[in-house]
């Protein structure tokens, strides 16, 4: 497998993926129009032709059939040129001491503080190949371009996980919050934003903090909890450095996790070094390889030993990242020490 820049001739691969990866799919909706501007932006992204604030890193999962099996993103920074809104979930508190009474109430807080940050997005693998290390690969393999090119990215990255949404499209917090205001479902309200129609956000959802037990007992139980499909990803990227610190997407209440990049375990421990061809044994370590490329980025997992300076992979390996024996390479073990040890 390899995860690489999308290309064109990837689009109805894409649409596919889109149709399996059902409701919610926020940021990849099913329309062939814009999935196709999404794909030119990328290739023009991965050009070095567009600023910070409209770049749109869209890789795919590859397999050595040349099947695209998954799909992920990079974004360069949120809401600079269009509000990029959150909920916060905080606290109210109120008591009446003659009464004796107290309460605590989780309430909901509109805010835009993400704005300026990089996002994980657009994340799917087709289920059919979650096995191995292909979900790592397709979670980890940003945060190691990440690593490569800082210079491209915020100082932090956030990641917004699809939240609780049924086989039909229905979101209980949506249907006993958003539904009121929005006088639409939540599959039309997801599909207008995926098409970039954000305007109605602002000019729709109240701007007073909303208290969580005026919502049903079902959209309650569902603020901060992830789509089951999204529950690999998450445990992956908590794995890394990512933690959920209350804020949650407005739509469907699934959690926003984020971390510090400089943190973050791919990019802290990931290392500069030279591929060299050899026959790693069995029993060697899985390390997340990236070519050091921008627009012809190649990044694969593959058993590897670390000799000196030097990444001793096979020539198999080698090939899939477009390199020969003396190349630059940036790499760092799949998993972490704890992980490791669980895995042997």
């Known amino acids: 497998m390899i995860l690489r820049p999308v290309q064109?001739?990837?689009?109805?691969?894409?649409?596919?993926?889109?149709?399996r990866a059902g409701p919610g799919f926020t940021t990849l909706p099913a329309n062939e129009e814009r999935l196709t501007h999404r794909v030119r932006w990328a290739q023009r992204t991965f050009?070095?032709?567009?600023?910070?604030?409209?770049?749109?890193?869209?890789?795919?999962?590859?397999?050595?059939?040349?099947?695209?099996?998954?799909?992920?993103?990079?974004?360069?920074?949120?809401?600079?040129r269009e509000p990029w809104y959150n909920y916060r979930v905080g606290l109210t508190v109120s008591s009446s001491p003659d009464l004796g009474i107290q309460r605590q109430i989780p309430t909901l807080f509109l805010n835009n503080e993400m704005t300026g940050q990089s996002e994980i997005c657009s994340l799917f693998?087709?289920?059919?190949q979650r096995y191995g290390s292909n979900g790592r690969l397709l979670s980890l393999g940003g945060l190691l371009f990440v690593a490569e090119f800082p210079q491209?990215?915020?100082?932090?990255?956030?990641?917004?996980?699809?939240g609780s949404a049924d086989e039909h499209g229905c979101s209980?917090?949506?249907?006993?919050?958003?539904?009121?205001?929005?006088k639409m479902d939540f599959s039309h309200a997801d599909h207008l934003s995926g098409l970039g129609s954000k305007a109605f956000i602002a000019e729709l959802m109240p701007r007073q903090p909303l208290y969580t037990c005026l919502l049903t007992e079902q959209a309650q139980a569902v603020i901060g909890k992830p789509h089951p499909n999204t529950e690999p990803a998450l445990k992956i990227l908590t794995a890394e450095g990512f933690a959920h610190k209350g804020y949650i997407d407005i739509f469907d209440a699934g959690p926003v996790?984020?971390?510090?990049?400089?943190?973050?375990?791919?990019?802290?421990?990931?290392?500069?070094?030279?591929?060299?061809?050899?026959?790693?044994?069995?029993?060697?370590?899985?390390?997340?390889?990236?070519?050091r490329r921008l627009e012809n980025c190649r990044i694969t997992t593959a058993r590897a030993r670390l000799v000196g300076n030097s990444l001793v992979v096979d020539r198999l390996t080698a090939k899939r990242l477009q390199l020969q024996p003396g190349s630059s390479v940036r790499a760092v073990p799949l998993l972490n020490q704890q992980q490791q040890a669980v895995a042997a």
């Open 257 to 291: 996790i984020e971390a510090p990049v400089s943190r973050i375990r791919a990019v802290r421990d990931s290392q500069s070094l030279v591929l060299a061809i050899g026959t790693p044994d069995d029993q060697a370590p899985v390390w997340l390889i990236h070519n």
């Open 8 to 19: 064109m001739t990837d689009l109805p691969a894409l649409l596919d993926l889109v149709q």
């Open 125 to 128: 693998l087709r289920h059919d």
């Open 172 to 182: 209980p917090f949506w249907d006993s919050l958003g539904r009121h205001f929005f």
């Open 152 to 162: 491209l990215f915020g100082d932090k990255l956030i990641a917004e996980l699809r």
């Open 47 to 80: 050009a070095g032709q567009v600023e910070r604030a409209d770049a749109d890193y869209l890789f795919v999962l590859e397999d050595d059939d040349q099947q695209v099996v998954g799909v992920s993103a990079l974004i360069g920074a949120v809401g600079l």
